[in-house]
């Protein structure tokens, strides 16, 4: 068996989840330095192949394009993939240790509510969303 053809096919899967779902790849660090200091609110996904957290981080993230309140921007890093990109992300979440899969929001630039690995993994999607949810009520309403 070719291991690195089976580990590019579950980053591959797990990238086509997150952007299937809604949110914009960002691979470089100009491309998360160009949405990432617009006005308004974005949402970060720190997408990473982790399967027991990333299988919780990737339903919630996707759960969270339905919701009424939602940032102006749902974006995504991959975590050992895009490592510049992820980096730079990473930059803006200051004060908290490199996590993933994690959720940064962000409003006009500065980083106002963080959920790490600790707060998705072991726990179910729906606490996830709920997480996501408060943060989107708080910082993304209208």
Do not use: W
């Not at 200091?37 to 759960?63: D, F, H, Q, W």
């Not at 102006?72 to 490199?98: C, H, I």
């Amino acid at each position: 068996m070719n291991f690195d053809f089976y580990v590019n096919d579950i980053v591959q899967a797990s990238r086509d989840e997150i952007e299937e779902a809604g949110y914009q790849s960002l691979r470089t660090p100009e491309e998360v330095d160009e949405v990432l200091n617009k006005e308004g609110t974005t949402l970060v996904m720190v997408n990473s192949v982790c399967g027991c957290a990333g299988g919780i981080a990737r339903p919630a993230a996707a759960y969270m394009t339905n919701y009424d309140t939602k940032p102006d921007r749902l974006v995504t890093v991959f975590a050992g993939q895009d490592k510049e990109a992820t980096e730079q992300a990473r930059s803006y979440f200051t004060g908290f240790p490199p996590s993933s899969p994690s959720f940064g929001l962000l409003k006009d630039g500065e980083l106002v509510r963080m959920v790490e690995r600790h707060e998705i993994e072991g726990h179910e999607p729906i606490q996830v969303v709920q997480k996501l949810e408060e943060a989107f009520d708080q910082y993304c309403a209208k």
